[in-house]
Each structure stands twice: as structure tokens, then as C-alpha cells.
């Protein structure tokens, strides 16, 4: 029992029960197959004609579009360090796989590609091919290119070089030396000659390029002409600083500023300390006179004693003898045992008694009078002013070197930083010849290892192989370009369709009226056309 | 089985397509027996969303189905805008319906006896104002008199998105059906049309789905 009957029972039971309508499909948001099935089948119009479009535009291109030769050739690098450079000249070493990208460089420069138009008949060939095949694409084409050109114009030279440079591939295939040469034009014939035109072409290119004696020269005399200014340059920044007479221009002009800097701040000091004295001698000479020089002062005058002055000078002469004893005798033993030195210390002894004795007795008041002293103010200040007026003579006669010294070291400064300027142009100079002379130097040893591999009339370059001549096309295949063709056309289109279906709620059937919620479907009425209705009647048939 | 049936264009369906269309015919009629149409029930509008989607043809050949089959039915052309029925009977327009409405004519005028077997026919007759004529409640009446006189009374609403008297029309009838042309309107649509449907009162009892399309053969329509 097919699904469409089970649905169709399924309805018509629940209708027969009055029933309420089948609830919506759980599938109202998902693309159902038989609907999709339907879809396409809806539009089989649409993927017919987008396939058959992909096909037109895929026919169209493999018709217009000319077959293809390939012509191949060979060379090879011999190995080795230095014979791998294809052009020494270009600096470095090409080693392992920068081959290709300098083969690329070399193989497809301009210099070549023009050697390569120049050839009698290049031009014609290259800008309007011939066939020798019957290659009815190629004459298709033909109707492109201009009926009269120039070939002696740029235009015509840059179109031809433009032409051989898409022509042209470069290959080489992994862990070999070999380099693989392709050209690929419209005719079989025409690609061989091109190709053996081109490898002759490159082959005395490369010898040229290596045999290049003219560039030897320059670089030497470039070298020599750097090594000349530098040693102009170097000189000039001796002379430069023997005239200053320095070793180092920024440590002295560093020194030169500090030394300024001191020099002014000494001057400074001393024409300070100048005016201070000055003023304070000034002060010092008007308070001087203002000060007296002596004073009367009230001073107690003692009575002259006889005696105790007799007494005092006695104890004076026995202690007298006492210190030359005792310079004589050293030991203190042999002082108590001395009867001179005992006798000496039990007179001084006495003298003292009767002498305190004395003095306890008599009691000198003395008398007081008024005597006249020196001023010790005044004296002070004298000292004050004298000292005041040395230290003045000291720093003014000093102040005349203070200054000189100043002059020259603020000179010098001056003279230094006017050179300035100067020096650090022969600085940069120095630098950039140095620089400018690495580089020469280099070139130059580069130029030299050239020659030396040039001598031998070494090239890596070698053709081993001459242009082949292309047995079968190389493209188009017009196979697959149709069938990529059909293929996308058709994919195009079921993307297209699934496309329209997936947002498609339109109500073309039972089962979209079914979905609606609440809607009871009474009856179905088709289309009253031979297909239809035949197709209508078979589904009731199965449904029966 | 009646042999006189018309397709949507008003053209007399011959042949093959008559067992066919004779064939859902009969389906149609026992659903909507089964919904509960004729228990209480005399009077049934065919109702669609635009033109030309066969609510009228499908009307009419229901009616002069269930005429065949010996019931006595009167198909009523209330759409104005579009008045075929007479045409199609080769019969006089006028006096129609419109007349009816209008006063001019009475029931008895307007009614054409057995343009089919079984079957009478109200044609929708002439009017420059289709909407100001179902506006006098005079359609009921006629409703209610046919209603009388006959088994059942089918109607041809004229389109719910096109004629606002629509409304009207079907407001006085017993149920309504929505005729659905197939390939011509969203899901929302359709659900839009039968929300309006049911809001307006009258029993709403399914959706009729004319001129459909089968893309599938079916072969591929049996494996999916």
C-alpha cells in the first residue's frame, strides 16, 4: 500500500468519523523528499536550460579557443659552489631551490626576451602565427589581430615581448640540475622554432653577461676613485683636529664647557668677595672712630712687702737648685739619701711655712686708683680692619688672573662650538666613505672570482637538449570543458531549485492543505489536460 | 452519471475527463455529507480567494452532479462580476439575480427551470453596483425561498479579495467551502482566507483543491 493511499485512508476515515482534520505535518519546516522530488520535476525546465547553457558557453569556449603545442626543452646547471650563479654579478649564491627563482629572473629578462625578437622573423611569428596543422581553431582567432601592424613600433615590440613571456615556462624538476624550458603556441612547428631560437638566444646571453670585462673595470675604477676619498676624507678630519690640537673633538669641547663654566663662577666668587671686603673695611674704619683707643678704670694698686717679695725669692732660688739636683741626682732613692737635696726641700719647706705664716698676718689691701688701660674694643676692631684689608689686597691682586683665565677658557668654547658644524661634517663623511668602501670592495671581489671563472670560458649554463617538436595538442581538452560545462550547469540549477523549494509554501497538493490547521480538505480536482488527468486517474487507481 | 459537466473556462468537459471530474465529484459530496452538510444545512457557498479559480465551475458541476442523480438543486450566481451561467445554458442574463435585488424582477423571473437534470439556475443577471445589491438583505430572501423549493442550494460567492460583498453573501448562507486553485497561493494565505472564513459566522466546512497539478509520474511518486 503506497504512502499516498495510507494518507489518502487516513483522511477519508477521520472525515467519515467527522473528525477533526489531521494536525499540521511535523515536517512543516523540513524540505520533504517528495516534495523536493516534485520540485524538480516542477522545474526540469529551468535545470534543462541552465545545463544546456553550461554546455553553450563550454561548447562556445573549446570551439574559439585553438589548440595548443607544446614545445620542450633542456638545460643544465652544472654543480658546484661557485659555477651554481647564473649572473655573479647579482651578489649572494644561489643555491638549491633560489635556482628556479634567478633562473626565472634571468630567463625572463628583458635584455633576453628583446635578443629573442630581434631574431629575422621573430616578430612575424609571434604576433601572427601561421599553422602548418589544419587547426581551423587557430583561424578562428586569427580574425582578432590586426590586418596591417607595424612590427618596427614599440607596440608591436612590447606586444611581441608580452607574447613570449605567457608563451614561455620555466620548470625544474626536484634533487636534478635540470632546468626545463616549455613554449607553448598554436601550431607545432611554430613552437619548436620559437624554442630553439630562444635557448640559442639565452645561451649567449649568459655567456655575455659572464664574459663582461667592461664591468670589471668599473667596479675597479669605482674602487679605487672610494679608496681616493677616503683618504682625502681622513686626512681632512686630522688636520681638522691637529689644528685645534685635539685627540678628541667632543671630549674637549665637553671639557671646554666645564672649564668656562668654572672659570666664570672663580670670577664671580672673587669680584664678590672684592666688594664684600670693601664694605666691611668701611664699616670697620667709621666704627673705629667711633671707638676710644684707652679707657680710665678704677684698679686696686697693692702696698709694696720686702718681705714677701725676700721670702718668694728665696723659695725661687732653692727650687732653682732643686731642678738642677734633680738633673743631676735621677734616682728618687738616692735623692732621699742626699743630704743637699734633703737640706734643699726642708728649706724650701720653711720658706713656704713662714711665708703663708706672713701673708696670713699681713693683709695688703693696697690702695685704689684710677689708671688708664688700652681699649680692648678698639683693639679688636684694629685687628678686625687690618685683616679685613690684607684679605682685600690678597683677592684684588688675584682678580687679574681670576679674569684672564675666564677669557680664554669662554674663547675657546666659542672656538669649538663654531666648529662644530664642521667636524661632524668630516665625521659623516669618514662614515659614509667607509661604508661606500665595503661595498666596493665586495663588488670588486666578486668581479674578480667572474673573471677568474670567465677565463676558463666556463658557463653553467649548457643546452642538452634541443626544442622537441609537439607530437600531440596540449590543450584544449574540449572533453572536459563540455563536461565541466553540463556538470555546472546542472549543479547550478538543482542549487537553484532546492533554493526556491526550501522557501516554497505554496499550496500545489493534498498534503499542503492538509498541513493547514483546522482545514478539512472536501475534495481534489485535477488539471484537466492528457497527462494529468492520466496520472490523477493512476493515483486513484493505487489509492482504490 | 451526468454527462454535462464544465471545466473552469466554462467549456463543456468531454470524454475521459468527464469519469474524472463525475468521479470527485462523488468524493466531494460524501465529505461533505460527512461534515454534516444537509443535516441542518440547505444552502452551501463555494467561496475563493481570487479569479479564476474555478469556485463557480466547481459549484456548477456539483450541482448538475447531484441534479443527475435526481436531487433537486438550484445553482445561484451570486458574483456579478463575473456571470457566466447563463452563457454557458445558452440562456438569457437577464432578469438575474441582480434584478431580484433590485426590485425589478421576482422570484419566479429570475429562476431558470432545468437548464440541466434536476438542476434550476438563478443566473447573476445585470448590475452597475454589484456590492449595493447584497446590501438591502434582499439575498437572504431569496435564499430562504430557494431554500424551500429545493433539496439544496449552491451558491458561487464571488471572490473574497476581489468583491466586498463577499462577505455579505456568504454571511447569509448555510456553510461554506473555499475552492483553492492549486499552484496559485502561500500556505499563509490560504490559512489568512479560512481564519476569515470562520470569523464571519458561517460554518466553515473544508477546501476544495482544483486544477492540480500531479509533476511527479507516478512511478517516482510510489518510491517517494
New interface residues.
Given amino acids: 500500500m503506497s504512502r499516498h493511499l495510507t494518507e489518502n485512508l487516513k483522511g477519508t476515515v477521520r472525515e467519515a468519523a467527522s473528525m477533526a482534520p489531521l494536525a499540521p505535518s511535523e515536517e512543516v519546516n523540513t524540505l520533504a523528499p517528495r516534495r523536493l522530488v516534485a520540485s524538480l520535476f516542477r522545474q526540469s525546465r529551468l535545470i534543462l536550460g541552465l545545463t544546456t547553457l553550461g554546455v553553450l558557453i563550454t561548447g562556445f569556449i573549446a570551439l574559439s579557443t585553438p589548440n595548443t603545442y607544446r614545445s620542450r626543452g633542456t638545460f643544465l646547471y652544472t654543480t658546484g659552489s661557485e659555477s651554481v650563479q647564473v649572473d655573479p654579478m647579482l651578489g649572494g649564491g644561489a643555491e638549491g631551490e633560489a635556482i628556479l627563482g634567478n633562473a626565472t629572473y634571468v630567463f625572463q629578462a628583458d635584455g633576453l626576451l628583446e635578443r629573442v625578437i630581434e631574431q629575422p622573423g621573430m616578430m612575424q611569428k609571434l604576433l601572427r602565427p601561421t599553422t602548418t596543422v589544419d587547426n581551423a581553431f587557430l583561424k578562428i582567432t586569427q580574425w582578432q589581430t590586426p590586418e596591417d601592424i607595424d612590427f618596427e613600433s614599440e607596440e608591436a615590440r612590447d606586444a611581441a615581448i608580452k607574447v613570449l613571456r605567457s608563451s614561455l615556462e620555466l620548470s625544474k624538476p626536484r634533487n636534478t640540475d635540470v632546468l626545463e624550458v616549455a613554449y607553448t603556441a598554436g601550431d607545432p612547428k611554430l613552437a619548436q622554432e620559437i624554442l630553439n631560437v630562444y635557448m640559442q638566444q639565452a645561451r649567449e646571453w649568459h655567456l655575455s653577461v659572464y664574459n663582461d670585462e667592461a664591468r670589471l673595470e668599473l667596479v675597479e675604477s669605482k674602487a679605487k676613485q672610494v679608496d681616493g676619498d677616503l683618504a682625502a676624507a681622513k686626512q681632512a678630519h686630522e688636520s681638522f683636529l691637529r689644528e685645534l690640537q685635539l685627540h678628541d673633538f667632543q671630549i674637549a669641547l665637553a671639557t671646554a664647557v666645564e672649564n668656562a663654566r668654572e672659570e666664570q663662577r672663580r670670577l664671580r666668587d672673587v669680584e664678590g668677595n672684592i666688594a664684600r671686603l670693601e664694605s666691611h673695611i668701611e664699616q670697620l674704619s667709621e666704627s673705629l672712630e667711633t671707638i676710644k683707643p684707652v679707657i680710665e678704670t678704677e684698679m686696686a694698686v697693692p702696698q709694696p712687702d720686702p718681705l714677701k717679695v725676700r721670702l718668694e725669692d728665696d723659695i725661687a732660688v732653692r727650687e732653682a737648685k732643686l731642678v738642677v739636683l734633680n738633673t743631676r741626682i735621677l734616682e728618687p732613692l738616692a735623692r732621699k739619701n742626699n743630704a743637699e737635696y734633703k737640706s734643699t726641700v726642708d728649706e724650701i719647706a720653711a720658706l713656704k711655712e713662714r711665708l703663708d705664716e706672713h701673708l696670713k698676718t699681713v693683709k695688703n689691701v693696697g690702695t685704689v686708683q684710677r689708671v688708664e688701660v688700652v681699649n680692648p674694643e678698639h683693639t679688636e676692631t684694629n685687628t678686625a680692619l687690618m685683616k679685613a684689608r690684607l684679605d682685600l689686597r690678597g683677592h684684588r691682586s688675584e682678580l687679574p688672573f681670576v679674569t684672564s683665565a675666564s677669557e680664554e677658557s669662554t674663547a675657546r668654547l666659542v672656538l669649538l662650538e663654531r666648529k662644530q658644524a664642521e667636524y661632524r661634517d668630516l665625521e659623516q663623511a669618514v662614515a659614509r666613505l667607509s661604508a661606500e668602501k665595503e661595498r666596493t670592495d665586495m663588488q670588486l671581489s666578486q668581479a674578480l672570482r667572474k673573471r677568474e671563472l670567465a677565463k676558463g670560458a666556463f658557463s653553467s649554463l649548457q643546452q642538452i637538449d634541443e626544442a622537441s617538436k609537439p607530437l600531440e595538442k596540449d590543450g584544449p581538452n574540449r572533453t572536459k570543458l563540455v563536461l565541466m560545462g553540463f556538470f555546472g550547469g546542472l549543479f547550478a540549477a538543482l542549487g537553484l531549485v532546492l533554493l526556491r523549494t526550501m522557501g516554497d509554501t505554496t499550496v500545489r497538493s493534498r498534503e499542503d492543505l492538509d498541513r493547514l490547521a483546522g482545514v478539512a480538505v472536501l475534495g481534489t480536482f485535477p488539471r484537466l489536460d492528457g497527462r494529468n488527468l492520466r496520472r490523477h486517474r493512476n493515483l486513484r487507481e493505487q489509492s482504490t | 452519471m451526468s454527462e454535462l459537466l464544465f471545466?473552469k473556462d466554462g467549456k463543456v468537459?468531454k470524454g475521459?475527463?468527464v469519469d474524472?471530474?463525475s468521479?470527485?465529484?462523488g468524493?466531494?459530496w460524501a465529505?461533505?455529507l460527512?461534515?454534516?452538510f444537509l443535516n441542518n444545512q440547505k444552502s452551501l457557498g463555494f467561496c475563493s480567494i481570487e479569479d479564476d479559480e474555478?469556485a463557480a465551475s466547481?459549484a456548477l458541476n456539483l450541482a448538475l452532479f447531484l441534479g443527475a442523480k435526481g436531487r433537486r438543486v438550484v445553482f445561484v450566481e451570486a458574483d456579478m462580476h463575473r456571470a457566466t451561467a447563463a452563457k454557458q445554458f445558452k440562456l438569457s442574463d437577464s432578469p438575474g439575480l441582480a434584478e431580484f435585488l433590485a426590485g425589478q424582477a421576482s422570484i419566479v423571473d429570475v429562476v431558470r427551470p432545468q437548464v440541466a437534470g434536476g438542476v434550476d439556475l438563478v443566473p447573476a443577471g445585470r448590475s452597475e453596483d454589484p456590492f449595493w445589491s447584497f446590501t438591502g438583505g434582499g439575498f437572504g430572501k431569496v435564499i430562504e425561498r430557494l431554500g424551500g423549493s429545493y433539496d439544496v442550494c449552491f451558491v458561487s460567492v464571488p471572490p473574497l479579495n476581489r468583491a466586498p460583498e463577499s462577505t455579505l453573501v456568504v454571511r447569509t448562507l448555510d456553510a461554506s467551502?473555499?475552492v483553492?486553485g492549486?499552484?496559485?497561493?502561500?500556505?499563509?494565505v490560504?490559512?489568512q482566507q479560512?481564519a476569515h472564513l470562520?470569523a464571519l459566522g458561517t460554518p466553515f466546512?473544508?477546501?476544495?483543491?482544483?486544477?492540480?497539478?500531479?509533476?511527479?509520474?507516478?512511478l517516482?511518486?510510489?518510491l517517494?
Fill in positions: 471545466d468537459v475521459r475527463r474524472v471530474v468521479t470527485e465529484m468524493y466531494l465529505n461533505l460527512n461534515r454534516g474555478g466547481t467551502v473555499l483553492v492549486a499552484n496559485r497561493h502561500r500556505s499563509e490560504v490559512a479560512t470562520r466546512l473544508g477546501a476544495v483543491l482544483n486544477e492540480m497539478v500531479h509533476d511527479v509520474p507516478p517516482i511518486a510510489k517517494t
